[in-house]
Antibody, heavy 119, light 111 residues
Framework: EVQLVESGGGLVKPGGSLRLSCAAS????????MNWVRQAPGKGLEWVSS????????YYADSVKGRFTISRDNAKNSLYLQMNSLRAEDTAVYYC????????????WGQGTMVTVSS | QSVLTQPPSVSAAPGQKVTISCSGS????????VSWYQQLPGTAPKLLIY???KRPSGIPDRFSGSKSGTSATLGITGLQTGDEADYYC????????????FGTGTKVTVL
């Protein structure tokens, strides 16, 4: 079964750091670009970051540039998001999503992990 | 990054049809493929349409997509109570701040 499972969410104080992980299974992870997408409580989807299959191309939303770092380990079938200098507005469910099924579509999504930034 | 504009809500009776618009610009919808996602309450988004008008395996043909210029449209025919959800369009933005971009989201209510 094709699956993405996020972990690492939790409660962190403003200015703190957190590292999210996404474990992939059921497909050849190293062949796909991967993304992080977040959703603040009661709000819409916000794309956060993208990394190509070999990590050659990396993109960030302006809202997280300079604070978040996306990375991947193809040997471990894992995607990561290192989040530093966290702010209250970073509070959201964070989803990892596979870019597939089309030119710019996200065809497989994880269940999400909640990040709460609060003092 | 810019955000794509969708109507906040649409509604119709069971069996009827609804359409959801998604408006963007030349840097996103105008020059990239559009996808559509369904998000049922408390769940992760699910891909409904990719490459403007293609349906993944398992998605019924009640769902359709189209694109014209800098706008895209999702159509749902034969509306069912199980279609009540939030729907988002998405694409890539090729501007200086390149990246993914989603629509503002539309709540579909089955009356």
């Amino acid at each position: 079964e094709v699956q993405l499972v996020e972990s690492g969410g939790g409660l962190v104080k403003p200015g703190g750091s957190l590292r999210l992980s996404c474990a992939a299974s059921g497909f050849t992870f190293s062949s796909y670009s991967m993304n992080w997408v977040r959703q603040a409580p009661g709000k819409g989807l916000e794309w956060v970051s993208s990394i190509s299959s070999s990590s050659s191309y990396i993109y960030y939303a302006d809202s997280v540039k300079g604070r978040f770092t996306i990375s991947r380990d193809n040997a471990k079938n894992s995607l990561y998001l290192q989040m530093n200098s966290l702010r209250a507005e970073d509070t959201a469910v964070y989803y990892c999503a596979r870019k597939g099924g089309g030119a710019s579509a996200f065809d497989i999504w994880g269940q999400g992990t909640m990040v709460t930034v609060s003092s | 990054q810019s955000v794509l504009t969708q109507p906040p809500s649409v509604s119709a009776a069971p069996g009827q049809k609804v359409t959801i618009s998604c408006s963007g610009s030349s840097s996103n919808i105008g020059n990239n493929y559009v996808s559509w996602y369904q998000q049922l309450p408390g769940t992760a988004p699910k891909l409904l349409i990719y490459d403007n008008n293609k349906r993944p395996s398992g998605i019924p043909d009640r769902f359709s997509g189209s694109k014209s210029g800098t706008s895209a449209t999702l159509g749902i025919t034969g509306l069912q109570t199980g279609d009540e959800a939030d729907y988002y369009c998405g694409t890539w933005d090729s501007s200086l701040s390149a990246g993914g971009v989603f629509g503002t989201g539309t709540k579909v209510t089955v009356l």
